[in-house]
């Protein structure tokens, strides 16, 4: 299904303001302009119908209707099969106009179905991807059934199974929490295939509904929950179902090999999508803030409001930043995509959930309104709790990252003289506006065997000349390299001991350490390679980004009087033209 072409708009003042040439393809200021105006109250698709379809915990048909018109789920399909998915960085952005939104449609009516397609894609033959896209492409939905209550984040504990018969396999036992699974036209289950411990124990698998037996499947209620209300959560058991053989993808046994590897696209771009969550809710911060009088003027003169504010848009920079990053590391790193992932994952989830509390804290019992010109607010405070938890959480990232320090220490972290080797990264990593080549899913890898150019980029770092006024981001950057080479020396006397699910508090400590100098490395890089004269070029959010990302057990305080006015007079700027507060600077329908 293709888009419909764009609709005819109204000029305004900030179509006289650029958005960042290259960081967003078209087709998102086109769904930004069919999906309209938040604000408008007679717009199908603005705030006031997205509350009443969240109050009644219904699907929001109307927004679900529009981007079956667009043909969202071309956004998921790659395009030797049909599909727009030629940049990971691009879809990311694409569906921040729908999550800032609407959560809750962001992910019932387009991510679940993008979780099961890049799965499809990385384990799927030629047969299963075609047929896969087809659906896909018609506007059919694809539902990923791998959780199971008992078992969480541990795919490897999964109890459903799939046994062989000479026939097929016969599939038993029972999903849950689930997204669209009732509504889905076919499943991507995880299913054991050998009873046998062990990574070669489970296969995945993809189910037709329309042809599977009635009497062998039985719907579960939906599952309530307290945010996203819109979306379809359900679950199914199968009392074997009979499959045949070719439903399964990829290899037998191969299936928790072909799952985690596609969930370090989906763990890197789902929490890339749900920045736009905290640019509206910083948005509506701004407004109700600005025209709220205390104290003889506005809020936003109280100095402690405005650099509240200031600080909230330079960790929704962060935020982006890294994400933008570990993005493009799909096309160009592939090898290395395991660790920066999860990176992803861990650290902008965090930096999102922190900063939507803060602003919180600031609109004070507005914020917990449910009706009035604040009331949006509430609903995307709850719908962005998933992104810590759902999918994968940030302890499963955490876990994940642990076992890899060690060999990346000892092959990417430390000097050259002293047995470090890895390659520069790509200047592309970083020259956000850059084009990319194809992602390929046959090139992830399950381990990045010690290869991280990005941290190692540090090194190059210190040693380039900086201009005299940027002295001080010169010493940031030679401070990073002795705390990363202190932290490569505390990681290569870790024992597997160490390493597992029961490592020691401490052990856990050294992956926040890491991730910390990752995004602070990822915004020197960033800012390094921006396009000059471009708001990315301007130091002053980097300052910000590394000041309240520095090191230390607590919450750093204000960052230096010119740097937040900077960063502030920005803030107001884009509030005023109607810009996103993101990487891209691009117009919306506010």
């Known amino acids: 299904m293709n888009p419909t072409p764009p609709l005819a708009r109204v000029h305004t003042p900030q179509d006289e303001i650029p958005a960042v040439p290259g960081l967003a393809p078209k087709r998102a200021d086109e769904l930004e302009h069919l999906l309209g105006s938040l604000l408008d109250p007679g717009n199908p698709t603005g705030a006031a119908a997205i509350l009443d379809a969240d109050e009644r915990a219904e699907t929001f048909a109307a927004g679900e209707s529009l981007l079956h018109t667009y043909g969202l789920n071309a956004e998921f399909v790659p395009p030797e099969l049909g599909g727009r998915l030629d940049r990971a960085d691009h879809l990311a952005e694409v569906m921040r106009t729908v999550y800032r939104r609407d959560p809750a449609l962001g992910l019932g009516y387009g991510a679940s179905s993008l979780i099961a397609g890049v799965t499809l894609w990385t384990a799927g033959d030629e047969r299963q991807t075609g047929h896969a896209a087809r659906m896909l492409l018609d506007g059919r939905r694809i539902a990923i059934a791998f959780h199971e209550l008992a078992h969480g984040n541990d795919m490897a504990g999964t109890d459903f199974t799939a046994t062989p018969t000479p026939e097929g396999l016969l599939l038993s036992g029972r999903k849950e929490v689930v997204t669209n699974i009732r509504r889905a036209d076919a499943l991507v289950v995880l299913a054991r295939t050998d009873p046998k411990p062990g990574p070669r124990s489970h296969s995945l698998l993809l189910v037709d509904r329309a042809a599977a037996d009635p009497s062998r499947l039985t719907d579960l209620p939906r599952f309530a929950t307290v945010g996203m209300r819109g979306v379809q959560l359900g679950g199914m058991c199968f009392d074997a179902l009979p499959v045949p053989a070719s439903a399964v993808l990829g290899r037998a046994g191969a299936g928790l090999e072909n799952a985690l590897k596609a969930l370090q696209i989906t763990r890197t771009v789902l929490p890339a999508m749900t920045t736009g969550i905290l640019d509206t809710g910083l948005r509506i911060a701004v407004t109700h803030l600005s025209g709220?009088?205390?104290?003889?003027?506005?809020?936003?003169?109280?100095?402690?409001?405005?650099?509240?504010?200031?600080?909230?848009?330079?960790?929704?920079?962060?935020?982006?930043?890294?994400?933008?990053?570990?993005?493009?590391?799909?096309?160009?790193?592939?090898?290395?995509?395991?660790?920066?992932?999860?990176?992803?994952?861990?650290?902008?989830?965090?930096?999102?959930?922190?900063?939507?509390?803060?602003?919180?804290?600031?609109?004070?019992?507005?914020?917990?309104?449910?009706?009035?010109?604040?009331?949006?607010?509430?609903?995307?405070?709850?719908?962005?709790?998933?992104?810590?938890?759902?999918?994968?959480?940030?302890?499963?990232?955490?876990?994940?990252?642990?076992?890899?320090?060690?060999?990346?220490?000892?092959?990417?972290?430390?000097?050259?003289?002293?047995?470090?080797?890895?390659?520069?990264?790509?200047?592309?990593?970083?020259?956000?506006?850059?084009?990319?080549?194809?992602?390929?899913?046959?090139?992830?890898?399950?381990?990045?065997?010690?290869?991280?150019?990005?941290?190692?980029?540090?090194?190059?770092?210190?040693?380039?000349?900086?201009?005299?006024?940027?002295?001080?981001?010169?010493?940031?950057?030679?401070?990073?390299?002795?705390?990363?080479?202190?932290?490569?020396?505390?990681?290569?006397?870790?024992?597997?001991?160490?390493?597992g699910v029961d490592a020691r508090p401490e052990h856990y400590d050294l992956v926040t350490r890491y991730v910390r100098l990752l995004t602070r490395t990822t915004c020197v890089q960033v800012w390094r390679h921006a396009e000059p004269g471009s708001f990315l070029a301007d130091p002053a959010w980097l300052r910000a980004a590394l000041h309240r990302s520095s090191p230390g057990p607590y919450r750093p305080g204000p960052p230096p009087g010119p740097v937040e006015d900077a960063l502030f007079t920005e803030l107001r700027d884009r509030h005023r033209t109607g810009r996103s507060f993101g990487l891209t600077a691009r117009p919306l329908t506010v």
Do not use: N
């Open 292 to 499: 709220r009088h205390l104290y003889g003027g506005p809020a936003t003169d109280i100095p402690h409001v405005r650099s509240t504010l200031a600080g909230v848009f330079a960790d929704l920079l962060r935020a982006e930043t890294l994400a933008a990053v570990g993005a493009r590391a799909l096309h160009l790193l592939p090898g290395s995509v395991s660790v920066y992932s999860a990176a992803v994952k861990f650290e902008v989830a965090r930096l999102l959930l922190e900063a939507m509390d803060r602003l919180a804290e600031l609109l004070g019992a507005h914020f917990y309104l449910r009706q009035g010109p604040t009331a949006l607010f509430q609903k995307l405070l709850r719908d962005l709790a998933p992104v810590g938890f759902g999918h994968i959480a940030r302890a499963a990232c955490q876990m994940s990252l642990l076992p890899q320090l060690p060999l990346l220490a000892r092959r990417s972290w430390a000097p050259s003289g002293a047995g470090g080797s890895v390659a520069e990264p790509p200047a592309d990593l970083f020259a956000l506006a850059e084009g990319l080549p194809p992602l390929r899913h046959d090139r992830l890898a399950l381990h990045a065997a010690g290869r991280d150019p990005l941290a190692a980029s540090l090194h190059a770092l210190a040693d380039e000349p900086w201009a005299p006024d940027h002295a001080d981001l010169s010493a940031a950057v030679r401070s990073d390299l002795a705390r990363l080479v202190e932290l490569a020396e505390e990681c290569v006397l870790l024992s597997p001991l160490d390493l």
